[in-house]
């Protein structure tokens, strides 16, 4: 048993016994779930009761949306028709307030997810700042339409306006940050959230409830509990969701844009499933090439939707990258999130390791060999990363997203093999190039951005600086999130156009001397 030190030992269960919703704590007196970590505190194995959760069913879901649809009002209510300053201000208390429960919420990222110290404190401190970019952003955004326009004898002011309601359902894996580029700019663009917390990484949102409680109007954030089936369903069939905010897979995706009864209403931003691929040509510096292929497959145990999920391996250096790559991931070290040049921990789902197991029996018995020495051992909560080669489109982990510890390998000899095999898939986020002739990556480049949408040269896939688009193709992803995306993604372009004469420009004048309208001003937020 390894010593978990005090600070992070687990030496209460956290009963989440409320639910936000219409702006009030409400206490659940019905079925708990247990939230268990697959990480051992114990000398002999077994999972460790982190705390209960509401199992939350249909009704309780449709109190949550009453709340946010009567917060919107059809446009009207206070959160939609605020002052952008003072939904600002808003914000700005809650991150005030989120910043003071960084040591909790990093607790319950290891330990409900698995994911290192380090990863934790990272994620925890990238969405803090991830808050404060959108925050200024946002006031860009209102500085560049603070003012009128004129074609064709027409006045007009043109500003980014709110949706309606949205439902936001976030991963596990990255369950504080990207669930916070949905939440986020859904919410400080005017529109009403009901959001329900990934399965796993669903604890570490218990600190927070209070800082959306108090920090926004009553309605404008609602936080429900439970299974997808269970509460998400019966909101989307209501069809009063105007957005669907999901990061997931595109089956949870297309079932539930299927329950709404208005499908040509409800606008989709979805981060959804990839397969990204790298591809390593001839000259590529094989040190660089190694351990950013390292990075980008194993980091967080390969549970990324950016993460390389498949390597194309020229065949003239396959030999040699093979080797070394293998030695290299046998030099990764396991333990759990706390413990020191951890690379390798705990998998947060417990029947992930028997998944990653059938993977590769099945590439095994198609040709494919574990040329790794530890590849495949297997543990309670763990199963050490295969290298698996040579792979062939027979093989389930060559078609199948395998979001785990396990590396496929293939090689090729026509750089027209895997451009024909990205064409083909189904995926469409992005690609890792590694090269050095501009004769040969140049050609490359201007046709991997039309079957991607992010070319990382000489790089591992990511999804930062947030700054940058975060987008895919195919079933990828629909919509565009990064910073200035997002609040587009959650947001629609809406004006008021008056004729230019003299008597409409009296009353406009007037309108932006008196004040009277949040919208028609021309205030510049510092």
Request: proline share 5%; aromatic share 8%.
């Amino acid at each position: 048993m390894n010593t978990i030190p005090q600070e992070f030992q687990i030496t209460s269960l956290l009963a989440q016994d409320t639910y936000l919703v219409n702006g009030e704590l409400k206490k659940w007196a019905g079925q708990m779930t247990p939230v268990y970590s697959t990480i051992s505190s114990t000398e002999k194995y077994e999972p460790t009761l982190l705390g209960t959760i509401p199992f939350m069913g249909e009704a309780d879901a449709m109190e949550a949306l009453e709340a946010a649809s009567s917060a919107y009002n059809n446009g009207q209510g206070l959160w939609p028709t605020m002052k952008v300053v003072d939904r600002i201000k808003c914000m700005e208390k809650f991150v005030a307030q989120m910043k003071t429960t960084r040591t909790e919420v990093v607790k319950f990222l290891m330990w409900e997810i698995g994911k290192s110290l380090g990863d934790s404190e990272k994620e925890f401190d990238r969405t803090v700042e991830y808050i404060y970019d959108t925050i200024e952003h946002y006031k860009q955004l209102d500085r560049n339409s603070g003012h009128f326009t004129k074609s064709q004898g027409v006045n007009a002011m043109i500003r980014r306006g709110p949706l309606g309601v949205v439902l936001c359902l976030g991963p596990y894996n990255y369950p504080l940050n990207e669930t916070f580029s949905l939440l986020i700019p859904a919410l400080i663009m005017g529109n009403t959230v009901i959001f329900k917390p990934a399965k796993h990484g669903v604890l570490l949102i218990s600190p927070l409830l209070e800082a959306f409680r108090s920090s926004f109007p009553k309605g404008v954030i609602n936080v429900l509990y439970g299974r997808g089936r269970e509460v998400a369903s019966p909101i989307m069939k209501s069809g009063k969701v105007d957005i669907l905010a999901l990061i997931g897979n595109s089956k949870s995706a297309i079932a539930l844009q299927d329950q709404h009864p208005n499908k040509n209403r409800l606008r989709l931003v979805l981060g959804l499933e990839a397969k990204n691929p790298a591809i390593i040509l001839p000259d590529a510096d094989l040190d660089l090439a190694i351990q950013e292929c390292i990075t980008g497959t194993l980091s967080f145990n390969g549970q990324r939707c950016t993460a390389l999920k498949v390597l194309y391996v020229h065949e003239s250096i396959a030999a040699e990258f093979n080797k070394r790559f293998a030695a290299k991931v046998d030099e990764l070290v396991f333990g759990n999130p706390w413990d020191k040049s951890v690379s390798l921990t705990p998998l947060p789902e417990k029947e992930k390791p028997a998944y990653i197991q059938e993977l590769i029996d099945d590439a095994t018995s198609k040709g494919a060999k574990v040329i790794n020495a530890k590849g495949g051992e297997i543990s309670d909560n763990f199963i050490f990363p295969a290298v698996l080669f040579p792979i062939n489109k027979e093989m389930r982990v060559y078609h199948e997203e395998q979001f785990g510890p396990v590396v496929p390998i293939l090689t090729f000899k026509d750089i027209q093999e895997p451009l024909n095999d990205m064409a083909e898939s189904n995926y469409g986020q992005q690609v890792s190039l590694f090269g050095k002739d501009i004769k040969t990556i140049a050609p490359l480049i201007d046709t991997l951005v039309n079957l991607v949408c992010r070319v990382n040269l000489n790089s591992s896939c990511q999804r930062g600086p947030d700054l940058y688009p975060f987008t895919g193709r195919k079933d990828s992803a629909v919509g565009t999130l990064s910073i200035f995306d997002a609040l587009r993604s959650f947001s629609i372009r809406t004006f008021v156009a008056s004729k230019d004469n003299e008597y409409n420009n009296a009353i406009l004048q007037e309108l932006l001397n008196s004040k009277e309208s949040n919208f028609i001003n021309t205030d510049y937020i510092l």
